[in-house]
Every structure is written in structure tokens, then in C-alpha cells.
């Protein structure tokens, strides 16, 4: 069945899709999102537990980037910052300060020494920054290692990396992951420019009441396009005025037209997608690997955690200390939005699994809650029974910026040029933050807006 033909249609409804989506329309596009689950906000979503609704997917977003905080407030809603309450790393035995740092490169030296992370032999190496060249892209681990020791690297670059990318720090691309560091080991010294960085001012990360998950609804309810939810789109082919596309279960499948398309799905589908009309597009983004996480979050009555909890945030896992959890993060002493919405509940989460370590997610949802509340005692203390979990899978969720990264998203978008009416986003192309991600969509609409 052939239908109407669309202006523009934007296949997947994360936010990047959205965003592409409500851009086009403002620019006086006539435009339908299909998305291929039964809801629109991707890695964006809010689910309920103990009867409260919380994130289980993406928790903030950072403020220093504008494009995330200004959506929020064009859509009407407030953002919120983080308590302030201080993060934390498991680290040799204990749960210790979180340095500042730029990506583990420590801004003041005493006060990684205070913190006790590293070893008295690591803090020494890390104290006195090696000479090394650095040419072209390098991992961010050899980069930091070479310079300031590989126990820096293990202990604070690894845990900082792995809550970002759910990657290795000795795999991730300088260049695309912290190009901020690449830039500074160019000029020089790490540790002298670390130091003179001023202070930072204003907060770091932002978030909605109710939680990010909230985002995705309001871009979709702002109207302006249509949407089509439980909609996969399984195929895409030129057409004389434009493209079609083969959308829903193969035998009830439905051609939808359109004179342009946007591509805002992870790298694996958006690969499948331009099989046959973009082959080497196809072929690159095919070698973006991309790494599976879970989401575990656990309800206990307040009266059973110990009170000591309400002043951190949360708290990094190095993968040297082989734990199942990689991070917790203390939602109820995080944001004041969640401590609000009962205070004889608190809510918190775990995260778990790395890129190449599919097999800590090779448990059953149970497993995954015993093996959180196993680390929970261990390293927090926490040794109550929840009254309520939750475990969220996300399979293949969070692309690899491995070195390279950045030419590989050159070639895509080279390899993309020749064919008009076509532009893609999301987390595989200009980082996979909130705020890149919007950027990202924001760069596709007008690849496709400024070619007319
Ligand atoms: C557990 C977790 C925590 C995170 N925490 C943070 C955080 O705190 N702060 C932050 O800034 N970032 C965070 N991130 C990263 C951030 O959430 C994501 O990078 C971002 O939301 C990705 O948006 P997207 O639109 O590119 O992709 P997605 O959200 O993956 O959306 C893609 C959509 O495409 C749909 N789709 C796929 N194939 C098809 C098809 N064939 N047809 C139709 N639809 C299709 C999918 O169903 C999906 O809805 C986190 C990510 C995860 C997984």
C-alpha cells in the first residue's frame, strides 16, 4: 500500500529524532517520526518503583553544554541541578573522595593525596608527568598512563570513562571522548595546565523534576509532526522524488514515502538501513561496536540506610576491583526532586556492564539485583532489603568513540554527501551526552534545510 508522501520523515524517537523531528516542523516541514517501540525517548525513560517514578535510563544531563538545559526551558520546564552532595570512588578498600579532576587528571595534587585512591607508588608516579609525544588520535588510558602512570589510569581515568562510554579507557578515542586533554597534551604538561584551570563556576550537570525521562514527551507534545510509535522501519530505497520506506512486521509491511529522511538510530540499525543505498556508510558505521548496560534501581525503606549515605552521591567502581557494579549513584541524596517524592523511601541505582563484558549481564534480573545489593553491603554498607526493584536492560546502548572514532565519523558523513535528502544524528556521531546529541540533530536539520 502506497500512502501519503511526507516531506520528511525521521526514523527513531530518542531525542536526537525528536529534536530533528520538532526542528523541521518549526522550519515548515510536514513531518512523521516513526519509532519502533511502543514509546518515543530512547535511552530517555522513567518507570515506576515502590509506586514512584524515577530515570532508568539517562539521570542528567550536563549544563555547560546549552543545548539540553535550553530545550527544557523553550518546552516550559524547570531544570534542576544536582544537591551538591559529593561523589565518591571505591578505591583501595574504602570509599574515597572523588578528586576533581579533568577526566582523572588531577586539578590539585593534595587533593588526590588526601583522597587516598591511589597507592603511596602511584601518587608518586602520577606526581612527576613523563615526557611523551603525543601524534594523531591515542587512547585516552595510554595517553593519561604515559604521562602520570598506569595506576591513575586504573583508578580514577578507568571509573570516569566507564560511567560515561561503558568503555575501556586504554580503547576510547582521546580525540572524540576528551579532546579537551588531547588538546592540553599537545600544548604541554598535563598537570601544570590542569592546576591553572580556573574554577568552576556554575553547576556541572542539570536535570528535570521527574526526571530526564520527562524530556522526550514534552518534545513530542510541543507538536508540529506526527508520530508513529511500535512503527520499525525495515528497509529504505530511492525513489525518483525522494525515498521509500518499508515500515512494520513483514507480512503487513506499509511503503512510506518522503522527499527527505533522517537517520536518528543507533549505528547497527542505521547500517542495516543504508545497506543498499549508502554501502560504505554502511560498512563504517557496521564497525561502530557498541556496548550493552543495566540499570538496576532498588527502593528501601529510609529508616534502613544508614544515614552517613545522604551526603554522597554516589560512588565510582574501578574495574580493578573486579566488583559486579561498575557505579551507584544515590538518586535520593542526588536530587531533591527524588529525596520529595516520599521521604520514607530512597531510591537508588546501579549500573552494570562494560564494553567486551557482556557476561556480567548474563543473569537473570534477580541476579543483577543480588549481585547490586552484594556490592551495596560490601562497599556502602547498605545491608536492608529493598521493598521494590527494577532492572533496565539496554542492550547495544552506548557507541564506542574508539581511536579513531572521529575519521570514521568523517568518512560516514563524506560517503553520505552524494545523496540528497538524507542526513543522519544521534549518539554514534558527535558524542553521546544529551546535549551533544541534540547538537547532533540540530547539524542534520540544517545539512538538510540549508541544501535547498
Ligand atoms: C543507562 C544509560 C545512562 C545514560 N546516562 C546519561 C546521562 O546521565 N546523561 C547523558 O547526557 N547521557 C546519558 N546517556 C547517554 C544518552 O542517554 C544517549 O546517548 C542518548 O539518549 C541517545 O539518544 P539517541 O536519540 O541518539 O538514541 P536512542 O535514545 O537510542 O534512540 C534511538 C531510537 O531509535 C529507535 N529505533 C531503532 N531502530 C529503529 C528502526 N529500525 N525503526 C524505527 N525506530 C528505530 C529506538 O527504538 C530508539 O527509540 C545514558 C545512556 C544510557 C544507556
Redesign the pocket.
Known amino acids: 500500500m502506497v500512502g501519503h508522501a511526507w516531506d520528511t520523515v525521521v526514523?527513531?524517537?530518542?531525542?536526537?529524532?525528536?529534536v530533528a523531528a520538532r526542528d523541521l516542523a518549526a522550519a515548515g516541514r510536514d513531518v512523521l517520526l516513526?519509532?519502533?517501540?511502543p514509546q518515543?525517548?530512547?535511552?530517555?525513560r522513567t518507570a515506576e518503583v515502590a509506586g514512584l517514578s524515577v530515570d532508568v535510563?539517562?539521570?542528567?544531563?550536563?549544563a555547560r553544554r546549552p543545548e539540553?538545559v535550553a530545550l527544557a526551558q523553550e518546552l516550559g520546564a524547570a531544570v534542576v541541578h544536582p544537591t551538591g552532595a559529593a561523589s565518591a570512588v571505591w578505591s583501595r578498600g574504602a570509599l574515597r573522595d572523588l578528586p576533581r579532576s579533568v577526566m582523572g587528571v588531577p586539578l590539585d595534587l593534595d587533593q588526590l593525596a588526601r583522597s587516598g585512591v591511589l597507592s603511596p607508588e602511584g601518587l608518586a608516579r602520577a606526581s612527576t608527568e613523563s615526557d611523551s609525544a603525543v601524534d594523531g588520535d591515542v587512547s585516552v588510558g595510554d595517553l593519561v598512563a604515559a604521562r602520570l602512570g598506569d595506576e591513575l589510569v586504573d583508578r580514577l581515568v578507568e571509573p570516569l570513562l566507564g560511567g560515561?562510554y561503558?568503555g575501556h579507557a586504554r580503547r576510547l578515542s582521546a580525540a572524540a571522548a576528551v579532546p579537551q586533554l588531547l588538546a592540553m597534551a599537545r600544548r604541554g604538561r598535563l598537570l601544570d595546565q590542569a592546576a591553572a584551570l580556573p574554577a568552576a563556576t556554575g553547576p556541572v550537570f542539570a536535570g528535570l523534576p521527574g526526571g530526564?525521562g520527562r524530556l522526550p514527551a514534552l518534545v513530542r507534545d510541543a507538536g508540529g509532526f506526527e508520530v508513529r510509535t511500535s512503527?520499525?522501519?525495515?528497509a529504505l530505497g530511492r525513489t525518483p522524488g525522494g525515498w521509500a520506506l518499508t515500515v512494520g512486521p513483514t507480512t503487513r509491511a506499509e511503503t512510506v514515502r518522503a522527499r527527505s529522511v533522517v537517520l536518528?538510530?543507533?549505528a547497527a540499525?542505521t547500517s542495516?538501513?543504508l545497506a543498499d543505498v549508502a554501502p560504505a556508510a554502511a560498512a563504517e558505521l557496521a564497525g561502530v561496536e557498541a556496548a550493552s548496560?543495566a540499570?538496576v534501581t532498588l527502593a528501601f525503606r529510609a529508616a534502613d540506610v544508614p544515614d552517613a549515605l545522604f551526603e554522597r552521591s554516589g560512588f565510582l567502581v574501578p574495574p580493578v576491583e573486579q566488583r559486579a557494579i561498575k557505579a551507584s549513584t544515590f538518586s535520593f541524596a542526588k536530587w531533591g526532586w527524588v529525596r520529595d517524592l516520599d521521604p520514607d523511601i530512597v531510591l537508588l541505582r546501579t549500573?552494570l556492564g562494560r564494553h567486551g563484558e557482556e557476561v556480567t549481564l548474563q543473569a537473570s534480573d534477580e541476579g543483577l539485583v543480588r549481585a547490586s545489593l552484594a556490592d551495596l553491603a560490601a562497599l556502602a554498607g547498605i545491608t536492608a532489603r529493598p521493598v521494590d526493584t527494577h532492572v533496565?536492560r539496554?542492550g547495544g546502548?552506548?557507541p564506542q568513540y574508539v581511536v579513531g572514532h572521529a575519521e570514521r565519523v568523517a568518512r560516514i558523513r563524506a560517503a553520505l554527501a552524494d545523496q540528497p535528502g538524507l542526513a543522519v544524528?544521534?549518539?554514534?556521531y558527535d558524542g553521546?551526552?544529551?546535549?551533544?546529541?541534540i547538537g547532533?540533530?540540530r547539524r542534520a536539520v540544517a545539512s538538510l534545510t540549508q541544501a535547498e
Not at 57 to 62: F, I, V, Y
Open positions: 526514523v527513531g524517537g530518542g531525542i536526537a529524532g525528536l516513526l519509532e519502533a517501540s518515543v525517548g530512547g535511552k530517555l535510563g539517562a539521570e542528567a544531563m550536563l539540553g560515561v561503558a530526564m512503527a520499525t522501519v525495515r536518528a538510530t543507533p540499525a542495516r538501513l548496560v540499570v549500573s533496565q539496554w546502548a552506548l544524528c544521534g549518539a554514534t553521546v551526552g544529551v546535549p551533544a546529541v547532533s540533530a
